[in-house]
Every structure is written in C-alpha cells, then in structure tokens.
C-alpha cells in the first residue's frame, strides 16, 4: 500500500510524544488533553470536508491500483 495514503483521517487527534504520552498516565484531571482546533466552526467543516473528500480519493487510488495489478 501507498504509504502516502489514509494520512488524513486522524486530523482531529492530538499525536502525543512518548514523553507526554508517560506522563498522561498521571494526569488524572484531563489538564493534558489537547485537540487540534479552528478558529471558525466554518474552518472546521471546510477542513473536515476536504479531509473527507481526500480521504474518498485516497480509496478510490486504491481501488483503482488494485484493478491494474489485478488485470496483469
């Protein structure tokens, strides 16, 4: 598979180190848990539309190398 594909779909999620990752497991108030945000709710639908929309593109590359390595 293309490892340049299926990127988007974690958009929304924080991707933690390993150092913040240890130290979440002491973080029994939640004060650690961080969220990619938007400035407008309308940047969050028009970045999660395009998310989405990339990521069906991404399936149908798929789909379609799938195919052609099928038909050889």
């Known amino acids: ?3 340049t594909l299926f990127y988007r779909s974690g ?3 924080a991707n933690p180190s390993l ?3 240890m130290s ?3 973080d029994i108030l939640g ?3 961080v969220y990619n ?3 407008t709710p309308q940047e969050a639908d028009n970045q999660a539309l395009y998310s989405d929309w990339a990521s069906v593109g991404d ?3 798929l789909a379609a190398q799938e195919l052609a390595s ?3």
Do not use: K
Request: charged share 30%.
């Open 70 to 72: 099928d038909a050889r």
């Open 11 to 13: 958009r929304l999620f």
């Open 24 to 26: 979440r497991v002491l």
């Open 37 to 39: 945000e938007n400035l």
């Open 19 to 21: 150092t913040e990752g």
């Open 59 to 61: 399936h149908l590359i």
């Open 31 to 33: 004060n650690q848990d």
């Open 1 to 3: 598979m293309n490892s």
